[in-house]
């Protein structure tokens, strides 16, 4: 019940956010839960024996986030930096898991949510698009899950998922998808909108096995506890991290405006 009431409450407010609010609230709402969903991460290493260098890790997320072009020579930088700053690592094993691990966070969230915010300036309800796919995909496999599943699909990683809830995922993002492009995007067409959809779907579904990974190595079932039914911002967008970059460049190389 929990989930359910969160989830009726975010919805909705994230869909008045992308459609209405003004673009400067749309970006400060992104920072926020990017620099939640960050911190949680560096939770998370914490817990593998992985410090991570914070500070170094929020610049540079906000830098990714919102300079108008990232070059070669800043992701190259970057990468130096945060090798270079792992050299007073000790013990020295640790210096490789720590400067990895900074530079796979900052790129996971911040990097996912520049893809995100890119999709939103193509039109707001691209990334509308590729939140509903995910969060229509995610209730779908919870509640099959529940009530059919008996095949557990990864039980190491995510013990309550099951191949029913994820074919039911499949199934509910794809009718979502088809429906949502067909009448806000009619020129996609049917084969690219059926593309598109399962594509979302699929980045999402893996994006929440990833994530799940991250916090049965790190011996936790939730990123945190703020959101209740949910655990934390991490665990609410873990699909939406993955399914943001597939479908900004499945997009383009597809040629839909």
């Not at 009431?5 to 992104?30: F, N, Q």
């Not at 260098?53 to 997320?61: D, F, M, T, V």
């Not at 594509?199 to 990123?223: C, F, M, P, T, W």
């Amino acid at each position: 019940m929990k989930r359910l009431i969160t989830g009726l409450i975010l919805a909705p407010a994230a869909v008045a956010l992308i459609l209405w609010a003004p673009a400067v609230l749309l970006r400060l709402v992104v920072t926020v839960v990017a620099v939640l969903s960050f911190y949680e991460y560096q939770r998370l290493a914490d817990r593998h024996h992985i410090p991570i260098q914070g500070p170094l890790g929020y610049a540079a997320g906000l830098l990714l986030l919102f300079l108008p072009e990232v070059t070669p020579l800043l992701l190259t930088s970057f990468v130096l930096l945060a090798l270079s700053l792992a050299l007073w690592s000790r013990p020295l094993a640790n210096a490789l898991p720590r400067s990895s691990a900074l530079v796979l966070g900052v790129l996971y969230i911040f990097g996912a949510w520049r893809c995100g915010l890119a999709l939103y300036h193509a039109s707001p309800l691209w990334l509308l698009f590729a939140l509903g796919v995910t969060w229509v995909g995610d209730t779908a496999a919870y509640y099959a899950g529940r009530r059919f599943g008996r095949r557990k699909m990864a039980p190491e990683i995510s013990p309550a998922k099951t191949w029913v809830g994820a074919a039911a995922s499949l199934i509910a993002s794809l009718a979502f998808g088809i429906l949502y492009l067909h009448a806000l995007f009619p020129t996609v067409g049917w084969s690219r909108a059926v593309m598109l959809s399962a594509a979302g779907n699929l980045a999402g579904q893996i994006g929440d096995l990833a994530e799940s990974a991250l916090k049965r190595g790190a011996g936790v079932k939730d990123s945190a506890n703020f959101l209740p039914g949910h655990g934390g911002m991490l665990d609410r967008t873990d699909a939406a991290l993955f399914a943001m970059p597939v479908l900004l460049a499945l997009r383009s190389s597809l040629g839909v405006d």
